[in-house]
């Protein structure tokens, strides 16, 4: 053969050669499962507060996912993996690298959600909506708490998809900025008594600690802030959503009504949107204990609130 074709040869095998090798790298990083580097949070039920967690920290396929106190456990973080469809995501666990999956193609209620090595069946696809429901792909019911339990170890199941709290999920980062609430009055600070999970649980202001109970983080939403309590993983609002004035201040699931959005101002008030009032320690009581209200916005320090 002559040189110079010889030579062409050579180089088209080059070529294809690197062409297959590059085939090939994108073929692994495409495959590449979730990682330590995704974006890892909790996913917290809304009506009961726990979060969505392999029992036992589990890397065996087929365990049942059940609720349990919200923590910094691996085994609780979750990373949403796009896939193709509007808002269709895989749901991957930190530690064990499954994916929340129903076994069996499952479209009965009732059935409990478990962990599966990830790939690409419809029953592993979920739909995270405007509601934070996950509804899976092939079954088309959501995941849910079986009778809004709120008790820990409770199996995660799948359900007829509806706008009850206990199928409403928020992804949660565990590592979002906490911090107490201070009343500038009393030198107590807001609280829910005995982290109380309970739904309506009236706040109160307390000797400041290191407690869960004391810490809030302020979430930034359309027209200010969601305030929630970091042991319940409820949010502050006026008790039963009311506008009256000296309404108690409360805590319930998070949603989306404008009952819970408050306006932290530049005199660090707390100002509810739906009642216009803010929040206060009435007469300035310097009483542990004291429960918290709505009130007239005024410039008195017993409504100011140092987070």
Known sequence: ??????????????????????????????????????????????????????????????????????????????????????????????????????????????????????????????????????????????????????ANGAEVVQWTCSDSFDQRWTWYDHEAVSARLYNMATGLCLADANSDTANNAVMIQWACSNSDSNYWTLQAVDGGYRVINKASGKCLTPLNSSTALGAKAAQAPCGFGNDQVWIHDSWDRLRNVRSDYCLAIPSSNPTAGTEAIQWTCTDNVNEQWLW
């Open 1 to 150: 053969m002559p040189l110079k074709k010889l030579n062409r040869v050579f180089v088209n095998a080059a070529m294809a050669l690197c062409v297959l090798a590059a085939a090939m790298v994108w073929t692994l990083v495409s495959s590449t499962p979730a990682s330590a580097e995704d974006d890892w949070r909790n996913l917290n039920n809304l009506n009961s507060g726990r979060c969505l967690a392999v029992p036992k920290s589990s890397t065996t396929g087929g365990t049942g996912l059940i609720q349990w106190t919200c923590s910094e456990s691996a085994d609780q973080d979750w990373t949403l993996v796009k896939m193709p469809g509007e808002e269709r995501y895989q749901v991957v666990n930190r530690f064990s690298l499954m994916c929340l999956a129903m076994p069996n193609a499952s479209v009965a209620n009732g059935t409990q959600a478990i962990q599966w090595p990830c790939s690409n069946s419809d029953e592993q696809i979920w739909i995270y909506d405007s509601w934070n429901r996950l509804r899976n792909v092939h079954s088309d019911r959501c995941l849910a708490m079986p009778d809004s339990s709120t």
